[in-house]
């Protein structure tokens, strides 16, 4: 690593069901990456199977490290450095990348980075080369299958936790409501898909607005769908018989996605206002929803930052991108770093 050279990081994701690799220049341009998708897996279990999950990391990352190494013409020389999804996440697949990156670290003698997946996501608007970087201070909104947290970021790598969901994900909501409507997993591009022939106004769900905090709750929007389904076919259980023809199954999704909208732009908005952001930044599966990317843009003083849709889901670029603020702020890790499941973005 030199002035003129660029820095270059491989990044590996395997926190959840995807498989990625990348390699990335400078934590802002993606020299090549590869996502290796495990959804249709899991479709059949309408979530994600842990043990499926880990086995299937480590049948894919071998071959799509070395793609990514080949389609970015580079060898491990010329890396200067191996950035790996830490946590959170689940603990079997977490290892399978973590060990993968190790082994790459310790035979080429690079710097070995572990990183919060959280913060990838953050990052990955940094990823979109030519839009201007993102103002301090920058309120964050991530909002995943496993996370639904509003940050505040006074400057790079420095993260204040606001506050965050008290119960469901926002993204879990999307799948666990997939699964009541027989839409399938996941969820949220599903309920999007339906969403869109159906009317928001049909059904009134609760908004839960937790006023005097910066939290979020989905637990009882998911049930009122519920009790609503249940009202309209009896004999409807989620995830073990389809509901049958006739279901309003446009309007519900409509009337739910609208709800999960509202809150999260809302609050998000109330947020920035009063911590004087600059910027908001929205990032994580459900930033890839329409309705909520629409909604910001209309409805934001500031301005929005959101990533292209390739990056808002899974990935590893957005874990290189860290991963390079890292290598210059000093971090190395050593070779008994162990992965962290359950890690809050607060460091
Ligand atoms: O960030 P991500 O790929 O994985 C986690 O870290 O969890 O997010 C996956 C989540 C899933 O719950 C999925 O249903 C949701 O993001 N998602 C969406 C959309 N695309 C993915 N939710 C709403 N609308 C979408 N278009
Ligand atoms: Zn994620």
């Known amino acids: 690593m030199n002035d ?3 820095t270059r990081i491989l990044g590996i ?28 897996l899991h479709a059949a279990y ?8 880990s086995r299937a990391h480590i049948e894919t990352i071998y071959p799509l490290v070395r793609r990514v190494l080949d389609e970015a013409h580079v060898d491990l020389d010329s890396v200067d450095a191996v950035a790996v999804t830490r946590g959170p996440g689940l603990a079997g697949s977490l290892v399978v990348g973590m060990n993968m990156a190790k ?24 990823l979109v080369e030519d839009q201007p970087e993102p103002a301090f201070p920058l309120l964050a909104l991530i909002v995943s299958g496993g996370h639904t947290e509003l940050i505040l970021m006074q400057e790079h790598l420095n993260y204040r936790r606001l506050g965050g969901t008290l119960d469901d994900a926002a993204g879990e909501a999307f799948d666990k409501v997939a699964r009541l409507l027989g839409l399938g997993y996941p969820g949220g591009p599903a309920i999007e898909a339906a969403a869109a022939g159906g009317d928001p106004a049909t059904f009134a769900f609760p908004r839960a607005w937790l006023e005097g905090t910066w939290d979020f709750s989905f637990s009882g929007l998911k049930t009122s769908v519920l009790r609503e389904v249940r009202e309209l076919q009896p004999s409807i259980q989620a995830g073990v018989n389809p509901p049958e023809p006739g279901l309003p199954i446009a309007d519900l999704a409509a009337s739910f996605q609208q709800a999960v909208v509202d809150v999260l732009v809302e609050k998000t908005l109330l947020a920035a206002g009063e911590f004087g952001a600059k910027a908001i930044l929205v990032a994580g599966g459900v930033s890839a929803n329409q309705g909520l990317r629409s909604a910001f843009a209309e409805r934001a003083k500031s301005p929005v930052l959101v990533p292209p849709l390739q990056l808002c889901t899974d990935n590893a670029a957005m874990i290189a991108a860290v991963g390079h603020r890292r290598l210059l702020a000093g971090q190395r890790d ?13 460091q």
Do not use: K
Request: aromatic residues 6%; charged residues 15%; proline residues 7%.
């Open 13 to 40: 994701e395997t926190s959840c069901d995807e498989t990625a690799a990348a390699v990335v220049e400078d934590g802002r341009r993606i020299v090549s990456q590869a996502v290796a998708s495990q959804a249709d």
């Open 4 to 6: 003129q050279q660029p």
């Open 334 to 346: 050593a070779l008994d770093m162990d992965v962290l499941p359950t890690w809050p973005l607060t």
């Open 46 to 53: 309408g979530g994600v199977f842990p043990e499926l999950a």
């Open 103 to 126: 082994g790459l670290a310790l035979g080429a003698g690079l710097p070995l980075l572990g990183i919060n997946h959280l913060e990838g996501h953050v990052y990955s608007v940094w």
